[in-house]
């Protein structure tokens, strides 16, 4: 199982910085700079896991689904091509 991000399939490392705006922010706004800090696999078929990112790299915006971040994970043995296994 491997956390890469959609766009580029790069792999997702701690200490990464990457470009992230807020779903709900208007389109003209500016991104900002989050850099991972900590990186919780799914425990099962049916979760997504965490990824956790701050600006400053002290963990204070919280984990969010992998997918809010630009994230997600290939070869996952606990699913099926087309879902849970």
């Known amino acids: 199982m491997k956390l ?9 490392h701690i200490g990464d910085e990457f470009q992230y705006r807020h779903h709900n922010a208007p389109a003209h706004a500016p991104s900002e700079t989050l850099i991972v800090t900590e990186i919780m696999k799914p425990r ?3 979760s997504t896991g965490r990824v956790y990112a701050d600006k400053d790299g002290r963990n ?6 992998p997918s ?3 994230m997600e ?3 996952r043995e606990d699913q099926t091509e087309d879902g849970l296994a």
């Open 4 to 12: 890469v991000y959609i766009e580029t399939k790069k792999p997702v």
């Open 60 to 65: 204070g915006c919280g984990g969010y689904y």
């Open 68 to 70: 809010v971040y630009g």
């Open 73 to 75: 994970w290939i070869e």
């Open 44 to 46: 099962h078929g049916g």
